[in-house]
């Protein structure tokens, strides 16, 4: 088998120049070729500089015209070539190169993958120093420099690359590495791509014309899934905006060997830099890929083809690809929150809701603390009316679909149910989020406000956007405990501090408005919520201290079976100490260790002592009139 047409026009190239070198120059093949200069190196020399009216075109024309007819032969295989199907061939037609940046490229990689043409090309520069073809040698071979100029597709797309260093005619050029892998069949991406960088290899039918795309929506997916719909059969290379010149080389190089679209995911509006190698590399189709519209003014100056995608949620045929079945009920998952939970599921059914779990938790982990729901129902003391009100948080959460979408309800400003829980400390505010999320199969998510709030100016708002977003990845139950601490009432504008203060406040407003999913805020001041909060809210819930009935009912569940109760005065509890919930429970608990420390069991001198501590905890005074006949062992433990 020949060698390919690339390759034997490099070859004819080659040898005319060599031969002319040798005939007509006076070039004759010595040890030690370009080390030192002799004599007759200097009279050579001295014929061919042009300010001496230059090299008599007579003595090496002999030696073109005697080449010229297999040159042409060669330059006819080699222009032929260009319309089939070897890797040299593509690569010259995703690259859009014109026919003397062809050869230029052919001979370029054909000495780098030969030492016996880079041992000819020093020949021809007479330097073992420079065994790769020179700007000088270039414009010799070909007439001109243009196919090797700053604005030639072979530097534009990264295919070649010219030394920097050097005096400029003697500054080599090379073919990129990745070059030469594609054309010896290596399909390796090239090393330099930005670190995430994916490729997505195209179909069967051929790529349209280049352009370009901006795509907005709310997720990743979906965006692809919309270029995909409108460019069929092109592959795309999926980045991050890259960091360097050497990723961005990397990535346009890449897109280029392997007909690609480059698909830049962008944080914000593109950059000056952005813009200029979208501009300059317009042989690529690029999408620019963003969740909100990107500003006129800061676009890339070419026409452009604006995809906006309305809904990212995963339908019937996404939930089908990624678990062979319908969507799961109750569940609703972006298409980027739906391929990740796939693969952590590993295409299981069964361990969806393990997969969602693992998706939200690690990003809220770091900001909120995880409660898996333990308690029920029974384990709740209220009135008939909050626990009624409790209940509805449930059955909005549950129905959403049905009254939503078969029943047609807006769901404005969200399908998400906003919960106030308001009432003082211990009276079961976060017991009751526990339940509701428990009953839902939901996990629960206490959110630390001390690592969400900060100083800095845009971290409060960084770091609440992490926990939204995760929490909507995983349908979670978010509990934000003394809420008024973030969604107090906007005060007056005095200083910068309070100008930022609004702006978290009405972000936090935002992005409740776009939560799907459970948010309770608990507070042991209602007046102290912003009325814009009161205005979202879906269900207010007032948690009050319990009456003397509940707190008995409370006392009863306090003590578990298993423990080692002695007669206790339950009615005595309840009717001297008028305490929440949340007292009681810790006294209880109290008293049990007290007697396991004692080795003994729980008797109401221990509970009584155990809310002798309660009370100190909490600075209230233990008074003759609540303790009654048990004031004196108070103040004998004290002594």
């Known amino acids: 088998m020949g060698a390919p047409p690339w390759q034997v026009l490099a070859d004819t190239l080659l040898q005319r120049e060599a031969l002319v070198c040798r005939v007509g120059e006076g070039l004759v093949p010595r040890d030690f070729a370009g080390l030192y200069v002799a004599h007759e190196d200097l009279d050579r020399v001295l014929r061919t500089l042009p300010g001496l009216n230059g090299p008599d075109a007579s003595v090496s024309r002999e030696v073109r015209e005697k080449l010229a007819p297999e040159l042409a032969a060669a330059r006819a295989l080699f222009t032929e070539s260009l319309t089939g199907d070897d890797a040299f061939a593509v690569l010259v037609r995703r690259a859009g190169l014109t026919p003397g940046e062809a050869e230029l490229l052919a001979v370029v990689c054909a000495v780098d993958m030969s030492p016996a043409r880079m041992k000819l090309v020093s020949y021809v520069q007479d330097s073992v120093q420079l065994p790769r073809l020179t700007l000088s040698t270039v414009a010799r071979m070909f007439g001109s420099v243009d196919a ?69 929506g709310p997720d990743e997916a979906s965006r692809l899934r919309a270029v995909a719909g409108h460019r069929p059969g092109q592959g795309m290379l999926i980045s991050s905006v890259p960091s360097g010149p050497t990723a961005w080389q990397a990535l346009v190089r890449e ?29 690529l189709t690029w999408v620019l890929s963003s969740g909100t519209e990107l500003p006129l003014d800061l676009l890339p100056r070419r026409g452009f083809t604006e995809l906006r995608v309305d809904s990212g949620m995963a339908d019937a045929p996404d939930w089908a690809a990624a678990f062979g079945t319908g969507p799961a009920t109750g569940v609703r998952l972006t298409r980027d929150q739906l391929d990740l939970v796939a693969a952590a599921a590993g295409g299981r059914i069964s361990h969806l809701s393990a997969g969602i779990r693992r998706l939200a938790g690690g990003h809220l982990d770091r900001l909120a603390v ?69 009953e839902l199969q939901l996990d629960l998510y206490k959110v630390n406000l001390s690592s969400v709030v900060s100083k800095y100016i845009g971290e409060t708002e960084k770091n609440l956007e992490r926990i939204f977003g995760a929490a909507a990845a995983g349908d979670l139950v978010l509990f934000f405990d003394e809420a008024d601490a973030l969604f107090g009432k906007r005060s007056e504008v ?50 009050e201290a319990p009456d003397e009935v509940d707190r008995r009912r409370i006392w009863e569940r306090a003590f578990p079976g298993p423990a080692p109760v002695s007669e206790l005065d339950l009615d005595f509890l309840a009717r001297q100490f008028r305490i929440t919930g949340g007292i009681i429970r810790n006294a209880a608990l109290g008293a049990a260790f007290r007697a396991a420390g004692d080795d003994g069991p729980i008797t109401m001198e221990r509970v009584v002592l155990a809310l002798r501590r309660e009370f100190q905890k909490i600075g209230r005074l233990c008074t003759e009139a609540e303790f009654g006949q048990y004031f004196d062992l108070v103040g004998a433990e004290h002594e």
Request: aromatic share 6%; net charge negative.
């Open 494 to 543: 005095s200083d910068s501090h309070d100008r930022y203060a609004n702006i978290e406040v009405a972000y936090l407003l935002q992005r409740l408005e776009s939560y799907d999913g459970i948010v309770v805020l608990a507070t042991n001041l209602q007046r102290n919520i912003d009325d814009a909060f009161l205005r979202r809210i879906s269900v207010a819930v007032g948690f």
């Open 370 to 438: 995880r409660v898996s729901p333990q308690r029920g129902w029974a384990d709740l003391v209220l009135p008939a009316d909050q626990t009624s009100r409790l209940r509805e948080i449930v059955t909005r959460h549950r129905q959403r679909s049905l009254v939503y979408q078969e029943w047609g309800f807006s769901p404005l400003p969200s399908t998400g149910v906003v919960a106030l829980f308001s009432g003082p400390s211990g009276t079961g505010k976060t017991l009751a989020a526990e339940i509701i999320a428990g």
């Open 148 to 216: 090797a100029a700053h604005g030639s597709r072979p530097v534009t797309a990264f295919l070649v690359d010219i030394g920097a260093e050097g005096p400029w005619g003697n500054r080599m050029l090379a073919p990129a590495g990745r070059v030469i892998w594609a054309l010896t069949g290596d399909g390796t991406a090239d090393p330099g791509l930005p670190p995430g960088t994916r490729r997505v290899p195209g179909g069967a039918l051929p790529a349209a014309a280049p352009e370009l795309l901006l795509v907005s």
């Open 255 to 283: 897109a280029t060997v392997e007909g690609l679209a480059v698909v830049l995911e962008l944080a914000g509006p593109p950059d000056g830099e952005v813009r200029d190698r979208v501009d300059r590399a317009d042989h």
